[in-house]
Each structure stands twice: as structure tokens, then as C-alpha cells.
């Protein structure tokens, strides 16, 4: 690329070409060259650089996990790549709190703390990348001996809105009593009705993908999957593949931008992993979900809990290997989707949890009522435009 002059002036880059540069790096020395000038910090903060710096580190994200299920020391892990690990810098809400990790969404992660025996106390939202963080109170007091919460966190592109869903449930049926949605863009909770969740006990955490929330339930001792639209705030249900294996264990993932379900047996070696993708078909009127099995690992003779899909590779905990059980003991293993490659990583823990996709992203975390708040927020149709022009 040559360097343009201008009477004989310094050369340099096309802003632009300099855009599209800064665009493709990490965050932190994003951070570091605001004081380069004024026009890059104002840069930062532009619609349309944001959703480009998230396009771009989508394509290369970290798989993210913890050593705790809840904890006030929060050890988050980043595995990059490389298969090299990395640790997490806290926020700093966490301080002497518990928290548990609800779910990661476009570089926002979402957490829920405790406090005073384990009573729900706020929701975090947090940036780690940018360091940025904010603390979302609980819509409603409950007491844990009488009510069960199922959460959920995601974004629609439709109304360009991150939203925490809460399902609170009766803890002796875990039978929906209530249901309650935190939208990032008017800074509020609202009650929304209970509709055709009455008779509905959840059993399973959630899951976002494409403006939609996933979790699972009972209904009428079958189960059901009910999907959230975050745009429409709508309930809906989803029957489930027909798995054959039985008993399973399932856990609900995101594969090729689609909503996907992991499955696994539970009793006996060896053992094996199924992956189920669901293809929607708007023009039929009756079959509208149709379940597609993608992917069926060799059996092995150790014990798995599957727990998402990373850079095309399923991500598994093993417990037993030749039936010599690691009592307190789990590793980290991947199975390549396309090869069927089965790999086995130096990561150990006496509780890893909480596998979820990661990308380093310069998405703001603020509430409505801050100033900056409208400048900030993604236009719906800037990701679009961006995979357009680049």
C-alpha cells in the first residue's frame, strides 16, 4: 500500500485504512492508544466501530469457565486459541460477594450476587474487557425457602436491547409464579404475564441465541423446551429430539448460530456425545421444529459431561478414565466436530463450570438514565451493514 502526501507534507494512511486496522485489535491496546488523539477515543465510542470490533472478535472467540459453582473469589479462566490459559481481572462489584455466573452475551457477561444467607441481592453486568460494570437490583424480594429463580440473559438485534429474564417459581413444584424483565435500554424492570407457563416446572439453566432465550421444563410430566423472544417478550415451546438413549444427560449450546442441544448417557461406559441442531420451518404450520443429529462422537470408556460448543469442537469434563475414578477430580477434553478428533488438555479442577463462548468487545455497559447512553447503544442494522463492507 503506498503512503499518500499532500504538498510535500509527512506521509500517512487514509483514515479509513486506519479504521479498519484498529478495529482488528484487542481491546486493551484500544484502551491504551485513547491518548493517542481525540478523534480514535471518539472512535471507540461510535455505533458503527463497536459493532465492527465485535464482528471482528467473534471470529476468535475464548472459552471462558470457572473452578466454582458460586464463590466471592469469582476464578474466571479465559483458553485462548492457542489452548493457552488466561485468568480474569475482577470487577469490582465482586468484592465481598457471592455471585453466580448467569450467562455472556456480545462481550457482557451477567452475574447474580448474594447476600444475608444467600438471598438474591443484584444482578451485575459487566465488560471485563473495558473494565466497565454496573450493579441492577432485584426486581422483587424472595426468600429461597419458598422461591426458586430461573435467569437468562441475551440481546435481539430487532430491538437492540440486552434483557435479564427472570422466571420465579415455587420451590416446592418450582411451579411459575411470577416473571420479571430487566431491558438494558430503558434501565427498569416490568412484570410481564405468566401466559402459558401456569403449569410449566423448570428444570435446567438458560441459554441465548438469536434474540431468543432458551430454557427447559416440565409440563404435565413431559419435558418441553420454552423459548423467551427478547423482542416480542413471548413465550413459546419447542418439543425435544427424539433421544433414544436413556437415561441422558443434556445440555443445552449454540452451534453454527443456532440454538443446539448436547446430549450424553449417564449410566455405563463407554460413553459417547450426540449433537442435536434444530432447523425452524416457517412454512409448515404443524412440524415447525425439526431436529437435525450433526455430530456423534467414537464411545469412550470414561464418564462425560458435555457443556458447549467451542471453535467447532465439543467441550467435555471427564471423570473416569478406565474406570479408575479422579474422586474430586475433572479435566478439560474436546472432541473436533468434523474429525472427530478426541484431545484431552492439562486443565484439572475439583469443579469446573460454567463453559460459555467469549469475545473481547467494546459494548458499553450503561443505564438509560446516563447521558451517553443513546450514542452508545448498536443500531440494529449496523452489524449488517459492516459484514457488508468488509
Not at 484500544?30 to 463497536?50: A, D, G
Given at each position: ?374 450514542s452508545l447503544i448498536i443500531p440494529q442494522h449496523s452489524i449488517g451493514d459492516i459484514a457488508k463492507a468488509f
Amino acid at each position: 500500500m503506498e503512503e499518500t502526501k499532500i504538498n510535500g507534507a509527512a506521509p500517512y494512511l487514509p483514515e479509513e485504512v486506519i479504521t479498519n486496522i484498529l478495529m482488528r485489535l484487542p481491546v486493551k491496546p484500544l484502551m491504551r492508544f485513547r491518548c493517542v488523539c481525540k478523534n480514535w477515543e471518539n472512535l471507540y465510542k461510535t455505533p458503527f466501530f463497536i459493532a465492527a470490533h465485535l464482528r471482528h472478535s467473534q471470529q476468535n472467540p475464548f472459552l471462558m469457565f470457572s473452578h466454582d459453582y458460586l464463590c466471592n473469589d469469582l476464578p474466571l479462566r479465559l483458553l485462548d486459541c492457542d489452548m493457552q490459559l488466561r485468568d480474569v481481572q475482577k470487577a469490582p462489584l465482586f468484592h465481598s460477594l457471592l455471585s453466580y455466573f448467569i450467562g455472556s452475551c456480545n462481550g457482557l457477561l451477567c452475574f447474580i450476587t448474594m447476600r444475608y444467607c444467600n438471598f438474591p441481592s443484584s444482578f451485575l453486568l459487566w465488560n471485563p474487557a473495558t473494565r466497565h460494570s454496573i450493579e441492577v437490583p432485584v426486581s422483587r424480594t424472595i426468600n429461597y425457602h419458598v422461591h426458586h429463580m430461573e435467569i437468562g440473559f441475551g440481546f435481539s438485534t430487532l430491538v437492540n436491547d440486552y434483557k435479564i429474564l427472570v422466571i420465579y417459581a415455587l420451590y416446592s413444584d418450582r411451579m411459575v409464579c411470577g416473571v420479571d424483565v430487566y431491558s438494558l435500554n430503558k434501565g427498569s424492570w416490568k412484570e410481564i404475564a405468566v401466559g402459558n407457563l401456569f403449569d410449566i416446572s423448570f428444570v435446567s439453566p438458560a441459554v441465548s441465541c438469536n434474540g431468543a432465550i432458551f430454557t427447559s421444563g416440565l409440563k404435565l410430566g413431559k419435558k418441553v423446551i420454552v423459548s423467551f423472544d427478547i423482542a416480542t417478550e413471548v413465550f413459546t415451546f419447542i418439543p425435544w429430539p427424539p433421544l433414544l438413549d436413556h437415561p441422558t444427560f443434556s445440555k443445552f449450546t449454540v452451534y453454527d448460530g443456532k440454538f443446539a442441544l448436547l446430549t450424553t448417557n449417564l449410566i455405563g461406559t463407554p460413553s459417547k456425545v450426540d449433537l442435536w441442531v434444530i432447523e425452524e420451518d416457517m412454512s409448515s404450520s404443524e412440524d415447525r421444529w425439526n431436529w437435525i443429529k450433526k455430530f456423534t462422537s467414537d464411545p469412550y470408556p470414561c464418564e462425560f459431561i458435555p457443556w458447549t460448543i467451542w471453535r467447532n469442537k465439543v467441550v467435555v469434563s471427564r471423570t473416569e478414565i478406565g474406570g479408575e475414578i479422579r474422586k474430586n477430580k475433572e479435566c478439560l477434553c474436546l472432541f473436533n466436530i468434523t474429525t472427530n478428533e478426541f484431545k484431552i488438555l492439562d486443565i484439572h479442577g475439583n469443579s469446573l463450570q460454567n463453559f460459555v463462548n467469549y469475545t473481547e468487545s467494546l459494548v458499553p455497559v450503561v443505564n438509560a438514565t446516563s447521558n451517553e447512553f443513546k450514542s452508545l447503544i448498536i443500531p440494529q442494522h449496523s452489524i449488517g451493514d459492516i459484514a457488508k463492507a468488509f
